[in-house]
């Protein structure tokens, strides 16, 4: 049995937290914008994660009429980027419709 608690020699499974950290850190790296939040998160079929990752497209003041977008961002089993989408773009201060 290896350190991390497995017999078959792979490495660990990436975590929840890591994950999404991976998400947010290298999406800002490609965007150049900083991320707000994650707002969803998945596992993948086969490995890996996907996670909706919330990002401030352009700063207004006041900060409600901010441009928030929404990015699909996909990760494979070892957390990294392998591929994202802007899925949606928004006003911060709107809500979704119920």
Do not use: C, F, K
């Not at 993948?44 to 961002?73: F, H, K, L, Q």
């Amino acid at each position: 049995m290896t350190e991390n608690g497995r017999d078959d020699g792979e490495a660990p499974r990436l975590t929840a937290r890591d994950a999404i950290r991976g998400a947010a850190v290298q999406l800002a790296e490609l965007l150049g914008n900083q991320p707000d939040s994650v707002s969803a998160l998945q596992p993948r079929d086969g490995g890996g994660w996907v996670a909706d990752v919330e990002v401030v497209e352009i700063e207004r003041i006041p900060d409600t009429s901010s441009v928030m977008a929404t990015y699909r961002v996909t990760l494979d089993e070892r957390g990294e980027l392998m591929g994202y989408e802007r899925t949606r773009r928004y006003a911060r201060g709107q809500l979704d419709r119920a």
